[in-house]
């Protein structure tokens, strides 16, 4: 997605340890305009599918999936990273391990908003690793829920994440993917598709 790159180019910020600043307009101060074309472009991109919730993970998840949800018409759940687990039914819980605080979260859904009639499309800023969207994707088979496809803000194609959900068959949409990035130079290639 071109508007995307270009805002990426203009005010991403490229740090030591392979990782982009965004917080001027996704991750702190959030860009309204560009989530809404954002949005316009999963719709189309997932046009096929038949998507009745959208999940994401707290904390900088929320904000872009709940305008990209206006664009499907469906609520929005996000998973909650649990200081301590009441493990009495009542949740769905995996293990992520976060990129940017090097930890290890519990994270929770509550079973009354995931089930077995739900097609979930997965949405996250950023994709790295692939550990927070691999979490998301348990949660949903927990609860014998569909996932119908994950989208994603920034995929940073260097790192693994996107090849291994895409070998295990999910449908992957990532509407920027930085092939390489320089924190010295600060320059950063996008992956042409
Ligand atoms: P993964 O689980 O795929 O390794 O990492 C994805 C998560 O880590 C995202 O939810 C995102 O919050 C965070 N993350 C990973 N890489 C970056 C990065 O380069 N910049 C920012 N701002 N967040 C990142």
């Known amino acids: ?58 904390a900088s998840g929320i904000g872009l999936a709940c305008i990209i949800a206006q664009h499907f018409d469906v609520p929005v759940v996000f998973a909650k990273k649990a200081k301590s687990i009441n493990l009495d039914g009542e949740m769905y819980c995996t293990k992520i391990e976060s990129f940017t605080h090097k930890r290890v979260y519990d994270v929770i ?33 927990s609860a014998g829920a569909t996932v119908e496809g994950v989208g994603i803000a920034v995929e940073k194609g260097f790192q693994q994440g996107g090849q291994l959900l895409r070998d295990k068959g999910l449908q992957v949409e990532s509407l920027a993917i930085v092939e390489s990035m320089n924190h010295e130079t600060g320059e950063i290639v996008f992956r042409e598709q």
């Not at 009639?117 to 348990?138: E, K, P, T």
């Open 1 to 58: 997605m071109r508007l995307l790159e270009e805002r990426i180019r203009k005010d991403g910020v490229v740090k030591e340890g392979q990782v982009l600043k965004v917080d001027s307009f996704i991750n702190h101060q959030m860009d309204i305009h560009l989530f809404n074309e954002m949005g316009k472009e999963f719709k189309r991109l997932f046009a096929d599918k038949n998507i009745n919730k959208i999940l994401t993970i707290e």
């Open 109 to 141: 859904v509550s079973k009354k908003f995931l089930s077995e009639d739900d097609h979930v499309l997965i949405i996250d800023d950023f994709l790295a690793n692939g550990c927070a969207v691999a979490g998301l994707v348990d949660l949903v088979r």
